[in-house]
């Protein structure tokens, strides 16, 4: 089993910066992937960001360029600095985990982001 912790959510106006922290305990392989979703009202669950403990990364196009996804030391923890912020990336924002790419079992309990002036 694995926990995923997240934090970091908030209130932000058009053009602010956030930054999402997650963090893994249980039973963690050395080789995984992590990652984040988000889901709007309304809206199916997308992908953000993943990164593999290897540092591959990929991106949804619209958050290309604003948004940046990273691990920690320890390749336990997985972060996201949200800049230029939108209001359509208004979302309940969530950490994934998982030990190849597309196939994620794991998933933490989500996080509010709102973009609003």
């Known amino acids: 089993q694995v926990q995923l912790v997240e934090s970091g959510g908030g209130l932000v106006q058009p053009g602010g910066s956030l930054r999402l922290s997650c963090a893994a305990s249980?039973?963690?392989?050395?080789?995984?992937?992590m990652g984040w979703y988000r889901q709007a009202p309304g809206k199916q669950r997308e992908l953000v960001a993943v990164?593999?403990?290897?540092?591959?990364?990929t991106y949804v196009d619209s958050v290309k360029g604003r948004f940046t996804i990273s691990r920690g030391n320890a390749k336990t923890t997985v972060y996201l600095q949200m800049n230029s912020l939108k209001p359509e990336d208004t979302a309940v924002y969530y950490c994934?985990?998982?030990?190849?790419?597309?196939?994620?079992?794991?998933w933490g309990q989500g996080t509010q982001v709102t973009v609003s002036s």
């Open positions: 994934t985990y998982g030990l190849v790419y597309g196939r994620y079992d794991y």
């Open positions: 249980g039973s963690i392989f050395s080789i995984n992937v």
């Open positions: 990164i593999s403990t290897g540092g591959a990364a």
